[in-house]
């Protein structure tokens, strides 16, 4: 069955530090990953998409890693600040036909000042 | 561009009623997808357009859930008759492929008692 796990399910973290959020899948074949950054009462917004090939992505302080072979990816949020405080949800899309997109329930992180 | 549009922000209605949530995508957006977030199981597909055609309802809970694009720049999901266990935060999103990233609305916050 497609799944996709994410780690922890909530993290909170002083400002200014760094963080690692985890996301583990089943989902096969693979087409690509993506990480959306959601705050609250807000809809998802996308933060990076990782195709196979791709090891690291970055986007300013956030930077996303790859690896297919061991179907893992991770979000590493460096200097964090206030303003990061949202859920971070991780989000595999299948390579069949239909392209399915199989959504982790996100990891809430909170940032305190 | 203004984004996806959500209308209402907030809904509160009694079991039985009948809700309609409205959604206008992005202009140019080929394809519209209607999702369901609750706390419990995160984000789920209810259905997804492609060009003003549904191609997948399979996460329609059942008949009571029913959906329609009418054009290019609207579409509706109307629960009939509303049950408690309906209420989650609804969350429609438009992309210009089937490959590209999701932008999502700011979502319908439905309270069904």
């Known amino acids: 069955k497609n799944q996709v796990e994410q780690s922890p399910q909530s993290l909170i973290i002083l400002e200014g530090k760094n963080c690692t959020l985890q996301c583990n899948y089943t989902v096969s074949p693979f087409s690509n990953l993506r990480w959306y950054k959601q705050d609250t009462g807000r809809g998802p917004v996308s933060l990076t998409i990782?195709?196979?090939?791709?090891n690291t992505k970055s986007n300013g302080r956030y930077t996303a890693t790859l690896d297919a072979d061991t179907k893992q990816s991770s979000l590493h949020i460096t200097a964090s600040q206030l303003s990061d405080s949202a859920s971070y949800i991780c989000v595999v899309i299948d390579g069949g036909s239909q392209g399915n997109l199989i959504f982790g329930k996100g990891t809430k992180l909170s940032v305190k000042p | 561009d203004a984004g996806v549009i959500q209308s209402p922000r907030h809904e509160v209605t009694e079991m039985g009623q009948e809700v309609t949530l409205r959604c206008k995508p992005i202009s140019g957006h080929d394809y519209l997808f209607w999702y369901r977030q609750t706390m419990m199981r995160g984000l789920e597909l209810l259905i997804y357009f492609n060009n003003n055609v549904p191609i997948d309802d399979s996460g329609m809970p059942e008949d009571r859930f029913s959906a329609k694009m009418p054009n290019a720049s609207f579409s509706t999901l109307k629960i009939q008759p509303s049950e408690p266990r309906d209420s989650a935060v609804y969350f429609c999103?438009?992309?210009?492929?089937?490959?590209?990233?999701?932008?999502f609305g700011n979502g319908t916050r439905l309270t069904v008692t």
């Open positions: 990782m195709t196979f090939s791709e």
């Open positions: 999103a438009s992309s210009s492929t089937g490959n590209s990233p999701l932008h």
